[in-house]
Every structure is written in C-alpha cells, then in structure tokens.
C-alpha cells in the first residue's frame, strides 16, 4: 500500500498525559498536513509542512500542540497535557507541490482517533 | 474569508436513483473546488476536483460533478446510486492566501443509499 499511513489508528489515555501521532505521506510526497476533526464537523486545519519546514500553524494549535516533520519524510504530532477537548480525530494528508498550491490534491491518511478520558 | 455550505446534514436515495448532494461556495478570488468521501473509522478519500474548463468534472466511482459559477455551486452527482455509495461526503474549496494555500471543509453530508 503506497497511500498515507498513520500510527496509531486509535489511542486512548487520560487527562493529562502527553500523546504522539505519526504519519507517513506518500513517498514523493513533499507537503505533509495535519487536520483535526470533531464529530459532525469536517476537518479543520492545524498544521503545514513543505519539506523538513513547518510553515503554517492554525490559532487551533495551541502551545500544547507540536509538530516536527525531521527529514521531510514522516511526521509527528505531539500532544502534551491532553484535555478532554483534545478527542478527535486527527488525519495526516499529503501533497507533491510543484508551484500553484491550487491545482494540487492532497490525500489523506485514516486517521488517529484519540479520546481523552 | 472562503466558506463552504452543504446544507443538507443528510441525504437518501434509494438504490438505482439518481443521487445529488448539494455545495455552494463562498471565496474572493477564482475558487478551487474538491468533493472527497469518508467511509466509517476511514480517512478522506479524493473523488473530484474542479480547476478551471468544462464545468462537468468527472471523478472515481462514476461520481461527477457540476461547476455553476452562478450560482456558487459545485454539487456532486451520480446517475444511479448503489448501496455502497453510502458514506460521508465533504465539499472543499482552497484559495491561495499570502502564498500560503488554505483548505475550508464543509460540514459534510451523510449519504444513504437504501436497498
């Protein structure tokens, strides 16, 4: 399967604790991109990459939200002190971007479903 | 700011009708227009998008697309539905803000094909 992966699929913990997410893009693949989705609600933007840089962050990435994307390929997303408002899901796409963001497709991952208890 | 609509929360069809779930749109500029799906405990999986040219955009699964500049609408269409067409459907629209590229997600609509 070449498509974007995400570990892990589901992730439980408590009030608190600090959780990370992984997504694996498309190999070729140069954008990575993080979402949050809430029920009944489509995806919501948190966070950019283009290569090994992170170049946009939503106001919904608060400071206790932090990506890395080290060697321009895989990504994690950090959690720490989660909140119960932090359950969600949390999909991972990915893009190759050759110039007009526009035309582009991105392609999502199945997600990281994280409740917070 | 862009914005999307689909203001049906849910859709049903019976099986073998002609579906149609409705998007209308909302940016400053030229709009870019995608329709993905999400089945259950799934991620989005890319149906459609519209650039620019003909306004009946064809995509994956026999879905299709109409482009009414306006009326601001881009709905998603099908000439005859099956059973595993039920699933999540979300409209999206990207503008290029600062050269920095921003996607805006509909709510998005359940679809429910009946046998």
């Known amino acids: 399967d070449t498509g974007v992966s995400q570990n892990p699929r589901h992730k439980i913990t408590k009030r608190g604790q600090n959780v990370t997410f992984r997504c694996d893009p498309i190999s070729e693949h140069n954008r990575l991109y993080w979402y949050r989705q809430t029920l009944g609600q489509g995806p919501e933007f948190l966070t950019y990459f283009q290569n090994e840089a992170q170049l946009e962050k939503s106001r919904l990435l608060s400071d206790r939200f932090s990506a890395e994307r080290p060697k321009g390929s895989f990504s994690t997303l950090e959690i720490q002190r989660t909140e119960q408002g932090d359950s969600a899901m949390y999909l991972c796409a990915s893009s190759l971007g050759t110039g007009e963001f526009r035309r582009e497709t991105q392609y999502f991952g199945p997600g990281t479903r994280l409740l917070v208890l | 700011a862009q914005s999307v609509a689909q203001p049906e929360d849910q859709v049903n069809v019976a099986e073998g009708n002609p579906l149609t779930v409705k998007c209308t749109y909302s940016v400053s500029g030229n709009p870019y227009l995608f329709w993905y799906v999400q089945y259950p405990n799934r991620g989005l999986q890319f149906l459609l998008k519209y650039i620019t040219g003909d306004n009946l955009v064809k995509g994956s699964y026999g879905f299709e697309a109409e482009f009414n500049k306006s009326q601001t609408s881009f709905h998603l269409k099908k000439p005859s539905a099956l059973v595993s067409d039920s699933a999540l459907y979300f409209c999206?629209?990207?503008?290029?803000?600062?050269?920095?590229?921003?996607?805006?997600f509909g709510t998005g609509t359940k679809l429910q094909v009946i046998p």
């Open positions: 999206a629209v990207r503008e290029t803000s600062g050269g920095y590229q921003k996607v805006t």
